[in-house]
Each structure stands twice: as C-alpha cells, then as structure tokens.
C-alpha cells in the first residue's frame, strides 16, 4: 500500500512556468522527501525535509510541509525541459523507521 | 565515486523459472533496500538491511521472493517461480546512514524483469 498521494497525477507546462505539486499522507512522520525520474531510470534525491520544519529550498525547488494537515508541496520555479520528470514524495514513518514509502507520483511534462 | 549498480538490466523469465537480480550498493553505505515498481507507479518497499541484517521484510510479497546481503555489501533478491504478477522494475537503493527512513536514498538504475 502506498503513503503518499500526489496531486495532480499529471502537469503539462511551458518552460519559464513554475510547476506545483502536493503530496498528502495518512501517518506520522519522521520527514518526508521528494524523488525524482527520468524514464527508465532509477530515482534521485531532491530534497529531504523534517517534522519539525515548514519550509526548505534548494535551487529553483521549494518545499513545504504542513504536518497539521498531513502535505507536502513541491514548488518547482522557472522550469526547463529538463525537468520532465516524474515526481515522487515519500515519507519516513515513525513506527518504521526502517523504509520509506511513495506516493504514485506526479508526472510533469515541461516542454520548450 | 560509483553509484548504486544493478545487474541485469533487463531479465525475461519463462513462467516458473527463477531469477536472480544483483545489486551492489555505494561502498561504505550501511543500509540497502529492495522496492518494485510496477508501470506508472510509485516504487512498493520489498525488504531492508542494515548491514548483514535483514530488519524488515514485511514487503515482500510471497514466500517466492527472498533477499540476502550476507557479507554487507551486495545484495541479490532471488525470485522462485516466476508468475506473470511479478513483471515489474525491481529497485535495489542505499543509504549511508544505519537509521535509514531519516536519509536520502540512492537508487540504481533497476532491472526489468519480464516474465511470459
């Protein structure tokens, strides 16, 4: 079974646009991360933000979490073609500390 | 240094046959994890090692699947008995940290496995 659910399932948007996700989740958390991939290739690391924190940002991503309300969103700003992706969040349980769990993800389509 | 490398990439399995699927993890990386995906989906926990031992296995799916790291670096996740269900991505990933849900992930590229 699957944590996370992402929103929308799917996002189509011209470069220079700014691209939003949201992840909801059902437990408790330690974090919650974001994940992204290319076609066919395995997953990489955005970016890894804790219980306790609201807001992170790296590069063009920023992240928020709303632990009261159980989200995440992912803001990418000023996209490229290169950022077509899918995008996956993923949460660190309390009860589990062991593995995370995904959401089905967010597949972005950025074209030129 | 090298990422996290997966062998085969692809693997087609005729009905009840077994397979085999390796994983070597980033060197020095004490945890390592098995997902599967399946097409337009988000990768499914399988099982966990910390080092040598395996912590949690409560993922996967059948006694068919079975996973060993037995000296703590690579991994091979064996499949007996192939069934048309078991077609998916599989996903071998490591982290450098022991309390693994509370680091980032470093996954390999994945094998697909095909089984007709």
């Known amino acids: 079974s699957q944590q996370g659910e992402e929103d929308p399932q799917a996002l189509s948007i011209q470069e220079g646009e700014n691209a939003t996700m949201n992840c909801s989740y059902k437990?408790?958390?330690?974090?919650l991360q974001w994940y992204r991939q290319n076609s066919g290739r395995g997953l990489v690391h955005l970016i890894l933000?804790?219980?306790?924190?609201r807001e992170k940002h790296s590069g063009r991503l920023r992240v928020t979490l709303d632990t009261s309300k159980k989200s995440s969103s992912l803001l990418i700003t000023a996209s490229r073609a290169a950022d077509t992706a899918s995008y996956f969040c993923?949460?660190?349980?309390?009860?589990?500390?062991?593995?995370?769990?995904f959401g089905a993800g967010t597949q972005v389509v950025v074209t030129p | 240094g090298a990422g996290v490398s997966q062998s085969p990439r692809y693997k087609v399995a005729k009905r009840g046959q077994d397979v085999a699927l390796r994983c070597d993890p980033i060197s020095g990386h004490v945890s390592l994890f098995w997902y599967q995906q399946a097409l337009g989906q988000g990768p499914e926990f399988l099982t966990y090692?910390?080092?040598?031992?395996?912590?949690?296995k409560s993922g996967l799916p059948s006694d068919r699947f079975f996973a060993e790291r037995p000296e703590g670096s690579v991994s091979t996740l064996k499949i007996q008995r192939t069934q048309q269900e078991d077609s998916a991505v599989y996903l071998c990933?490591?982290?450098?940290?022991?309390?693994?849900?509370?680091?980032?992930?470093?996954f390999g590229n994945g094998t697909r496995l095909t089984v007709t």
């Open positions: 990933a490591s982290s450098l940290l022991s309390r693994a849900n509370n680091s980032p992930l470093h």
């Open positions: 933000i804790r219980s306790n924190e």
């Open positions: 090692f910390q080092n040598e031992a395996q912590l949690d």
């Open positions: 993923a949460t660190g349980r309390t009860d589990s500390w062991g593995k995370l769990q």
């Open positions: 437990t408790s958390i330690n974090n």
